[in-house]
């Protein structure tokens, strides 16, 4: 084989594994620095917890009426506490947000009772967290939600 052919090879083949490496060797360990939309959440009044500690690759809110939109580094799936919910963050996440109150949300869903339900809402009691699935809500404290969850990998919540 030509040798020319021969290091170019080596040197594709070098660029292509590095290329596939994961910066961060523990997927599982949070970035430290909050992304743009983890402290945009506290000055709606939200923990920051509320999002997973994952790649945000945008994030964008419209201050007039409120639709915002979050771009995740991909769907994953986590643990809510303090009850063990598993709940799963799609790709995108958009909704309306205003001081103590996110509505018509869509791109979170949590497993109860054998079957996935659709997060539509979140709202800032105090020191609550109160979650709104249709018409039933659950009311949870905020301090339970003040580090973002590691991403537990990916979902296919059906």
């Known amino acids: 084989m030509n040798p020319k052919i021969l290091i170019l090879f080596a040197l594709l083949l070098n660029f292509v ?3 596939f490496q994961n910066p961060n060797p523990n997927p599982k360990t949070p970035k430290s620095t909050p992304s743009v939309a983890h402290v945009e959440l506290t000055n709606y009044g939200f923990p920051v917890g509320l999002l997973p500690a994952t790649t945000v690759l945008g994030y964008a809110v419209n201050r007039s009426s409120g639709d915002f939109s979050v771009k995740l580094g991909g769907a994953c799936k986590i643990t809510l506490p303090p009850d063990n919910y598993v709940a799963t963050y799609s790709d995108t996440i958009t909704g309306k947000i205003e001081k ?11 497993r109860a009772f054998f079957k996935w339900w659709s997060i539509t809402g979140i ?4 020191d609550d967290i109160v979650f709104e699935v249709g018409m ?8 339970n939600f003040d580090g973002s969850p590691a991403c537990e990998g990916q979902h296919s919540a059906s």
């Open 17 to 19: 594994s590095n290329s």
């Open 136 to 143: 039933v809500t659950a009311k949870y404290p905020s301090k």
């Open 100 to 110: 103590g109150k996110i509505g018509e949300l869509d791109g979170i869903r949590v």
């Open 123 to 126: 709202r800032s009691s105090g």
